[in-house]
């Protein structure tokens, strides 16, 4: 049988597993059941290495990024990434936030910049 504490623990432990998972899906809303078309326009990007971005659902949405020496930078899991050259998505950018596609060897699958930095 738990005591008390246990019982406490067990709620706070609950608590913030949900917050954490609501923060996440906050993030990852570039993909919406509500704009369809949008939908299809993200799923038919590539970096211009040719790898596809979207898998339909990992893109972030307007990531923390900036540039730095001539080079776009993001945020990932707190420490600053570098972004390849050869990672970034080239062309127009439909949505106008920056978009993440986190993963692969560098951290970083693809990566549209925004409007701004």
């Not at 706070?12 to 078309?37: K, N, Q």
């Not at 945020?75 to 972004?83: D, N």
């Not at 050259?85 to 596609?101: D, F, H, P, Q, Y």
Request: with cysteine; glycine share 10%; aromatic share 12%.
């Amino acid at each position: 049988m738990l005591q008390w504490n246990n019982w406490l623990w067990l709620v706070v432990g609950s608590i913030f597993f949900l917050f954490a998972t609501m923060i996440y899906a906050e993030s990852v809303r570039a993909h919406d059941s509500m704009r369809p078309e949008r939908n299809a326009w993200l799923s038919t990007l590539k970096a211009d290495d040719g790898t596809w971005c979207c898998d339909g659902g990992d893109v972030v949405e307007d990531p923390e990024w900036q540039t730095r020496a001539a080079h776009y930078e993001v945020k990932i899991g707190g420490e600053w990434q570098q972004v390849p050259s050869e990672r970034i998505v080239s062309g127009k950018n439909k949505i106008g936030v920056a978009l993440l596609w986190p993963g692969g060897t560098d951290k970083v699958r693809c990566f549209m910049p925004g409007m701004a930095g």
